[in-house]
């Protein structure tokens, strides 16, 4: 009879425990990230003309014959010439 007893205690327990890790795995599934959506057309990139660094053709500033990073550094060569 005890034996009954102890095996109906496990299995009470077991079966709590896996109800509990079946609720967690919801909730991280409910709460994940979406997944990613695919990434865009390349774009153009183009040089800045006085730092040298590389950025997307649609954020460039132009200027008299180059492309800039920033106003700053459009009104600096702008300054040089």
Known sequence: MKYLLVFAVLFVAIWIFRK?????????????????????????MVRCAHCGIHLPAVDAIGGPGAVYCSSAHRQAADRVT
């Not at 991280?28 to 153009?44: H, I, W, Y």
């Open 20 to 44: 509990r890790q079946r609720a967690e795995e919801r909730q991280r599934k409910a709460a994940a990230p979406p997944a990613r959506s695919a990434p865009g057309k390349p774009q153009d």
